[in-house]
């Protein structure tokens, strides 16, 4: 039987089912738990952060899985984050109580890049043994 996780269309599924969860929660117009500032900025800072972070890894998978050498999956990964992130700072913007931001979309993209970095670095360690 073959591992589930090593299922290409396994890892779609679950690349896109983080992106729904990440659409969900871009239109919640007020979280039940409202945080004073400074923590306001750290708590939603941190939330995108682990969001990118998954997503980008999440969708590396998928495209490696589907084919694509490994480079070329990180790079689309990488681009398909930062689009997906743009669109989810628009979509924000029709929510109540909620605001574009170019800081949250640089984050986003600071997170794929994070990942990006993570995978060359470790496929590096990996050619030299």
Known sequence: MKNILNNKWFNWVLAIVWMVFIFYLSSVSKFPVEFQDPWASCVSYGAHVFLYLVLTF??????????????????????????YGATDEFHQSFVPYRSMSLSDWLVDGASALVIVYLYNYFCKLKMLK
């Open 58 to 83: 999440l969708l590396i998978r998928a495209l490696n899985f589907a084919g694509l050498p490994l480079k070329k999956a990180v790079a689309f990964a990488f681009l398909i984050a930062i689009i």
